[in-house]
């Protein structure tokens, strides 16, 4: 138990996942190009400061010898970059980490002198006058390592490979591997927010449903006692209108020529109610029919023109329904010529549970892009404005491609 416990915790030590391969080989190309960049702006500043003082120094000995100094950082890097990655200095771990980047700095600074000790360019030996490897070289003719070049080079460079490259290396790693996780976190937090506002829109809309539901039923239910026919003919369309709505019980958006059509069910059943009191009168631009709306946009404020305003006529109602749109914008609006707001003892004065429903979604979803403005024009009646940022949904989209591409067949 004690060692599945100590498993547990050392595993629970906060490493980075592996890398994908793709990044990888980005590690490896962005440090050659690092490191070579270095190396020539290094051997162009030492050229000019020999020309500045009349020395001369010839231009493959200065890249042989820069390229033995620095070039070969290049093969070492990614590894010390990984490896900082994979085990980051923490608040919680930064004892034992920095212990482990010390051993890491002395490994690589070993590594480094190997490589260099490979070059032609490892030391300047003053017997011949040249430059010699300090593993096999020209004056032997078998493989030799000459240590003691190979222990000089170690001690006069190790302070400067760990605090010069190795340290670099680890908090450049540190920051990619922070912004990494900030990134990821502001991911998960838009993702996060995203999932409340659908639950919130999917709340606010299971509300419309069962408010127009019920308000349905009741107006079939007044006609029960009195026209059994009208009520059988209103049970059969709240059906279809039921059919629809579980069709789209999923949606939050659709267009507004489906919205119509689900507007022109609701109606059906108020027409068979009303008879001819009710005139419908819409006034739709085509260009607006493939538009994105909110679903169960138009229902709840067709349903309050019907309630508050041709209700309360003993003569003939109208409801207008007219859509426009300009550059950016589409506008809605739902007229009626009922008695109007009121006083603010009249219902209509209020803010009842469609309407409010509609007021948070629109916000949900389009924020300070929308607005929303039920009013009472000079000549008598209520209407309802809706402006809304222009959108063509994608589904209209799709099917005009597919009927194009029909065409060109």
Known sequence: MIAHRNGVKANSENREAPMPKKTVWLIWAVSFGVWTFITLASAGSIYELYGSTG??????????????QILTYFPLTPFVFVFAIRYPVQRGNWMRRSLLHLAGGLIFSLAHITLRGLTHYAYFDPQIRGWMSAIGGSQAHAFTVQWHVLEQLFFRNVVDDITGTYVPIVLVAHAVSYYRRFRERELRTSQLETQLANAHLRALKSQLQPHFLFNTLHSISSLMLSDIPAADRMMSRLSDLLRMSLEDNETQVTTLSRELEFVNGYLGIESIRFEDRLNIILDIAPDTLDAEV???????????????????????????????????????????NGPGLGNEDNPRSKTGLGLKATRKRLETLFGSAQTFEVRAPAGGGVEANVRIPFRVHPASQTNEIASTDSTMR
């Open 294 to 336: 909110p679903h169960l946009l138009l229902q709840p404020l067709v349903e309050n023109a019907v309630l508050h305003g041709t209700s309360r006529r003993s003569s003939g109602g109208e409801i207008r329904i007219t859509a426009r749109r300009d550059e950016h914008n589409l506008h809605v609006r739902v007229e009626d």
């Open 55 to 68: 020395g001369s120094i010839r231009i493959v000995d200065l890249l042989g010898m820069e390229c033995s």
